[in-house]
């Protein structure tokens, strides 16, 4: 600001002057950078010179896909945040960050924040999942941002240490714990402030804290081989055992990575995440067996909440995808059929709408996570239920009904 950057030396901050050249050109000078300052009059410094910098970590723009955005240098490690949230829906930032990690030639460690904010089946169900990033990354650890996470603190001890994660993870929430700036009772109930420019803080024991705003594009053009075979090393071993020529791994009835999507000895989400940075040109159009957002379903299963054995047949369509006698389903999908989702949590019906046409549908509602859904009735669906849950707002209305008769009168 007003050609001024702010140094840290031997502890302290001083204001040096920026030469304009330094000013007009992008990724010249970034936080972490080294430099050299020298005295420009009477308790006035200069920025003089930048050294080498050891090591740059870079963002993407969306606007200029090909423009590499330098977000931070000199760090040490990467620590890249997820919410639980995001890890059980979603994929492919953890991987992209580990890929920008080992480009930069740091280390590579993950943090799942808000982990007390789901239950505990959706905590069981992605140990599965960590227990793959500890393979591939050097540190993995889960918990609350807004506490002090003692053991992260040690093994970053003195280390520079750039922190990047997508908008609301807890990014500055757990910089601020390492830094014993404990959130006060009133700040706990509103949102820590948005990062809009890399920061860094000094923390104990000489550790370097580099807050940076939230983004997703790395920037990861031309990915390699070798590099996808670093994150995603169990995909790895079974493509070397795939014995079809040029396979997709997407479609080909028999190959191992398939196979092994479907007994669910490997995760959905690192499948999908390695599919998408893959070339997508040979995998468009092509969806695995398990996918039913293209095919006809005819799996039998056995109801969850009250254990009645559901069949296809009766349906009356090609898909059948909740219990016929108690309306409940099961949250498999984040996409109709895609059977992509880690959730597992019970869909209950709470609603029931009207489509285009006069066909009812139902709305599910997950009891884990929340997430909404509507669903086509079947032929044989409990019309009773069905019934029930309609007229379910008539009977709880949330005015007396004597009022009906007086706005009709008026």
Known sequence: ??????????????????????????????????????????????????????????????????????????????????????????????????????????????????????????????????????????????????????????????????????????KTSLIRGSLNERLEKEDCCCTTPSTHTSTLQVGSRGTLWIDTPGFRDFALQQITEEERNAVFPEITQLIEGCYFRNCTHVHEDGCQVLEALRVKKLKR????????????????????????????????????????????????????NHCPKCLSSVHVDNDPGDRASLCQGIMEPVSVWVRKGGEWAIIHRCRMCGTLSSNRIAADDNPALLMSIAVKPLAMTPFPLNKLDEIFAQ
């Not at 330094?22 to 200069?46: H, P, R």
């Not at 599919?275 to 005819?298: E, F, I, L, W």
């Open 269 to 320: 989400e690192r499948y999908d995440a390695y599919q998408k940075m893959g070339d997508t040109k040979t995998v468009s159009g092509n969806v695995p067996k398990m996918d039913y957002r293209h095919s006809a379903c005819a799996e039998s299963f056995t109801c969850k909440v009250c254990g009645s054995l559901v069949v296809p047949e009766g349906a009356g369509s090609r898909h059948r």
């Open 1 to 170: 600001m007003n050609k001024q950057v702010q140094i840290l030396s031997e502890g302290e901050i001083i204001t040096c002057l920026l030469p304009g050249s330094m000013i007009s050109n992008k990724n010249t000078l970034i936080v972490g950078d080294q430099v050299e300052v020298g005295l420009a009059g009477k308790d006035q410094y200069k920025l003089i010179h930048i050294l080498t910098r050891k090591t740059a970590l870079y963002r993407g723009n969306r606007r200029s896909k090909e423009e590499k955005v330098l977000v931070a240098a000199n760090a040490h490690c990467l620590l890249a945040i997820v919410t639980a949230d995001y890890l059980l829906n979603q994929a492919g930032y953890l991987e992209a960050a580990i890929i920008a990690a080992k480009r930069a030639g740091i280390q590579a460690g993950v943090f799942i924040s808000k982990w007390d904010m789901i239950g505990e089946r959706a905590q069981a169900l992605l140990e599965g999942k960590l227990a793959l990033y500890q393979n591939t990354v050097d540190f993995v650890f889960k918990g609350s941002a807004r506490e002090k996470q003692e053991n992260l603190i040690k093994i970053v001890e003195g280390k520079t240490v750039v922190v990047v994660g997508d908008r609301s993870c807890g």
